[in-house]
């Protein structure tokens, strides 16, 4: 479960890159979006209370003068048996920065385009949008 003041431009079945910060400093899996929910603070508090993993005093203070709270529930994980090393996207795709937040990426097919050997870094994940971007 996610919690969040702004929506990505997520939906059921989209696949979120995860990762891992320093020390780590790759990607190492991946999730899926099971359900975004769209609500009031409060009601939506009703429906996450279970899953959020943070207390109400925690969520009231987070949504304050917020009239809209949104909620990302996460299916399916999968963590990388090997994990693709930032070193190794900014082979893929010079400047990479990794995200603060979240960012999207888009695989492509055509083999004209630049980023069509980055999808042998990601050979488990479906092509589509992903929780990291890197499209110009």
Not at 39 to 56: F, R
Not at 66 to 77: D, M, N, V
Request: charged share 20%; glycine share 6%.
């Amino acid at each position: 479960m996610e919690l969040r003041k702004r929506i990505p431009n997520l939906g059921e079945g989209d696949e979120l890159l995860i990762y891992a910060s320093a020390p780590v400093m790759a990607i190492v899996g991946a999730v899926e979006v099971s359900r975004v929910i769209k609500d009031a603070p409060d009601h939506l508090w009703t429906m996450v209370k279970d899953h959020a993993a943070v207390e109400q005093e925690f969520f009231d203070q987070y949504y304050q003068d917020h009239l809209t709270a949104y909620g990302i529930f996460l299916g399916h994980a999968q963590l990388y048996q090997k994990s693709c090393a930032l070193q190794r996207l900014r082979v893929a795709w010079p400047g990479f920065v990794p995200p603060q937040n979240y960012r999207y990426v888009q695989v492509w097919n055509a083999p004209q385009h630049r980023l069509t050997e980055a999808t042998t870094i990601f050979p488990t994940s479906r092509a589509g949008r992903f929780g990291l971007h890197t499209r110009d």
